[in-house]
């Protein structure tokens, strides 16, 4: 019993700090980026993303063995896409003003790799006890970083969390934060960030690599 909530924490804990998706393996940058002027949207594609990625691998961890090995793809992208317009159409029901500011960045979710290379090197060859915790993890993991970066960018570039004013009035906004390099920028600062958490840490990743390196970043 022990062991099994030691591999449970090692898992989650994997894709939070050690195998972070977008610290760690660079994956996914480009809606991260692009999303983050604002925490709301940071929150709402982290929490989308995760739910995304948790269904996705349960159900293909749960069918790994009946999947024909030659249409293995087709079906993982066929999963993903079906999660995602469940999100997508979730968020236009109950969330549109989120859902308008975040535009097609969810429905590109089908395609982010950090969900493909989850799937595919890792769901695919593993039990449902396993998928959960790594599925939490990286979702976590994706979250805590959008967020993060999200806050700093909205509150040195338009002084406001949330959408309410976090600093005083006469507060001049730092644009650079809110235009692309301000992204970048912040992005590296918790790269840093990520490597001290990494060092503090120690050990190696637990599980195998997600296969993603074999991905693109998008």
């Not at 894709?15 to 660079?26: D, F, Y």
């Not at 769901?123 to 976590?140: E, F, N, R, T, W």
């Not at 992005?187 to 960030?193: G, K, P, T, W, Y």
């Amino acid at each position: 019993m022990s062991d099994q909530r030691g591999r449970f924490f090692r898992l989650l804990t994997n894709g939070i700090v050690r195998e972070n998706p977008l610290l760690g393996l660079m994956i996914g940058l480009c809606s991260a980026l692009a999303v983050t002027t604002a925490v709301a949207n940071g929150i709402g594609m982290g929490l989308s993303m995760t739910f995304v990625l948790l269904m996705s691998e349960l159900v293909i961890s749960l069918f790994r063995k009946i999947i024909p090995e030659s249409v293995r793809i087709p079906i993982f992208i066929i999963i993903i896409a079906a999660f995602t317009t469940v999100i997508d159409y979730m968020l236009k029901a109950f969330f549109p003003d989120l859902s308008k500011a975040m535009g097609v960045f969810i429905p590109l979710i089908v395609v982010n790799c950090i969900i493909m290379g989850r799937v595919e090197g890792f769901a695919s060859k593993q039990p449902l006890g396993s998928v959960i915790p790594d599925a939490l993890g990286m979702g976590l993991g994706y979250t805590w970083v959008l967020v993060g970066i999200a806050a700093v960018r909205e509150l040195l570039g338009s002084g406001t969390l949330l959408g309410f004013q976090a600093l005083p009035a006469s507060y001049q906004p730092i644009i650079f934060f809110v235009l692309p390099p301000g992204g970048f920028f912040v992005f590296a600062l918790f790269i840093s960030l990520n490597l001290f958490l990494k060092s503090r840490l120690g050990g190696e990743p637990a599980g195998p690599a997600a296969g993603a390196h074999h991905h693109g970043g998008r």
